[in-house]
C-alpha cells in the first residue's frame, strides 16, 4: 500500500487552521490499508475540510465587524445586521458543503476498507459495520438539514435568520465528524483485536497454570491452537500424565525423580574451594553446576520439601534457599508439589 502524504497546501491549511488536527488520526490510520486511488482521495477530502475551515475563518471574522448590528436589540439595526451578514451566511453554507463532501467521501473509502479486512472475531467485523452504518445515518441526517440552505438566494439570505442558520451548520458539521470517528472507531476494532486476543490468550495459559491439570492445558490448546504457549501445554499434559510413573528421587542421584536442594550461593565469578567452606562447613558434597550465566552451588538431595525445609533449618546458612528439580530440570515449587501429590514411593 501507498503511504500517505501530506500536500505542501493542505500543511499550510493544517498550520493555519489547527482545528484540523481532531480529525488527523481518522485519516493516518488508513495509510496501511489504502490503495493509491484510495488514497489520493484522502488527500482530497483532507483538502476539502481544509477549505471548509478557510470558510468559517472568514465567516467569523465578518461575524465581528458585524457583530454591533447582529447583537442590537433594536429592530432596524438588527435587520441590517442580517443583510450585511449574508456572505458570511453564505461562507458557512458553503464550509459545510465541503464538510458534506469530505465526510461522505471518507465513509466510502472506510466502507471499502473494512469490506476487504479478515477480522479475527464475526461480532467485531458485525460491530464495525454498525458503526458504518450509524455513520452513514449521521451523514444522510446533517445532509437532510443542509440541504434547504443550498437552495437559498443572495436575496433570502440576506433575510434568513443568523444565529438559526449558524446552529444548523454547526448541527451539520457535528454530525458529518460524529460520522467520521464511528468509521475510526470501525477500524480501531481491527487494529486492536490482536492485542485482545494475546491478552485472553495470555489469561487462559494463566488459569492453565494456577489449575495445572490436563483438562486445563487441554482446554488452552482448543482454543488458541496455534498459541504461544501450545508446546509449553503438551510438554506439562505429558509430565502429568506420567506423574503417576515418577519416582522420588535417591540421595546417591539427584537427578532422577523429584528432588529438592539447597542452593547456597549464586555468582557469574566461579568460587574457590575455600571461599566455599567459609560459607558452609558441613559434611555434605556442594554439587557446582553452571546455569544462566551464573555458577551455583547446591547441597543436599531431599525426597520432599518438608525434608529439605528441616535439613536447611539446622545449617544455620545466610542466603540459602530451597529448589525444586525434576527429572534433572529445575522447576517451580508450587509445581513441585503439584507432581509430588501424585508421585508413588
Not at 4 to 29: G, W
Not at 101 to 109: E, F, N, P, R, T
Not at 261 to 282: E, F, H, P
Amino acid at each position: 500500500m501507498k503511504k500517505l502524504f501530506i500536500s505542501t497546501a493542505l500543511l499550510a491549511m493544517m498550520l493555519a487552521f489547527p482545528t484540523l488536527s481532531f480529525a488527523q488520526d481518522m485519516f493516518d490510520v488508513l495509510t496501511n490499508f489504502i490503495n493509491e486511488d484510495q488514497n489520493n482521495s484522502l488527500i482530497r477530502l483532507q483538502e476539502e475540510i481544509g477549505k471548509a475551515e478557510k470558510n468559517i475563518s472568514l465567516a467569523e471574522s465578518q461575524d465581528k465587524e458585524n457583530s454591533k448590528f447582529l447583537n442590537s436589540t433594536k429592530k432596524g439595526k438588527l435587520k441590517k445586521g442580517e443583510k450585511k451578514s449574508a456572505e458570511a451566511k453564505s461562507l458557512r453554507i458553503k464550509a459545510t458543503k465541503s464538510y458534506e463532501k469530505a465526510y461522505s467521501s471518507l465513509l466510502d473509502i472506510y466502507k471499502d476498507v473494512i469490506d476487504n479486512l479478515n477480522f479475527l472475531y464475526p461480532s467485531d467485523k458485525s460491530q464495525a459495520e454498525s458503526y458504518l452504518s450509524d455513520a452513514e445515518n449521521e451523514i444522510q441526517e446533517a445532509s437532510a438539514k443542509l440541504s434547504p440552505y443550498s437552495k437559498l438566494t443572495t436575496k433570502s439570505l440576506e433575510t434568513k435568520t443568523y444565529s438559526t442558520l449558524k446552529a444548523d451548520m454547526k448541527t451539520c458539521k457535528d454530525k458529518f465528524e460524529n460520522a467520521g470517528n464511528l468509521c475510526y472507531e470501525a477500524i480501531k476494532l481491527y487494529q486492536t483485536q490482536n492485542e485482545r486476543q494475546n491478552q485472553e490468550e495470555q489469561s487462559a495459559w494463566n488459569k492453565a497454570l494456577s489449575t495445572n491439570t490436563i483438562d486445563g492445558y487441554n482446554n488452552y490448546i482448543n482454543r488458541f491452537p496455534s498459541g504461544k504457549h501450545v508446546q509449553d501445554a503438551r510438554n506439562r499434559i505429558a509430565a502429568l500424565s506420567n506423574a503417576g510413573k515418577q519416582k522420588r528421587c535417591t540421595s546417591s542421584n539427584p537427578d532422577e525423580g523429584l528432588a529438592y536442594r539447597i542452593q547456597i550461593c549464586a555468582d557469574k565469578r566461579r568460587w574457590s574451594s575455600k571461599k566455599l567452606s567459609r560459607l558452609y562447613k558441613g559434611s555434605l558434597v556442594i554439587d557446582e553446576r553452571q546455569s544462566d550465566g551464573y555458577y551455583k552451588y547446591w547441597i543436599g538431595c531431599y525426597r520432599s520439601y518438608e525434608d529439605a525445609q528441616r535439613a536447611e533449618a539446622g545449617m544455620n546458612l545466610k542466603q540459602s534457599f530451597i529448589v525444586c528439580f525434576n527429572e534433572g530440570v529445575q522447576i517451580h515449587v508450587t509445581e513441585a508439589q503439584q507432581i509430588e501429590a501424585n508421585l508413588i514411593d
